[in-house]
């Protein structure tokens, strides 16, 4: 899979670690949010953002030719 997307297992790997820690993060702040809905007002926004433009920024997707490595 990793080089389906353009990617080490190493990239692919860290990406993923990435990830986890936003949604990780998001997730408790959403907990918060939830019991204490002054708290944290933007955060999951800000969580599904981040984790976007992370995608984004990784690999290769479909409409980009793999490069021959």
């Known amino acids: 899979h990793p080089k389906e997307v353009c990617m080490t ?12 820690r936003i949604f990780c993060v ?6 918060v949010h939830a019991f204490l809905p002054d708290y944290y007002v933007k955060s999951s926004t800000n969580a599904v953002i981040e ?3 992370m995608m984004m920024n990784a690999g290769c997707r ?3 030719a793999p490069s021959e490595d």
């Open 9 to 20: 297992y190493f990239e692919h790997m860290l990406l993923s670690l990435q990830l986890s």
């Open 26 to 31: 998001g997730s408790l702040k959403a907990v």
């Open 51 to 53: 984790a976007q433009q």
């Open 62 to 64: 479909e409409d980009e």
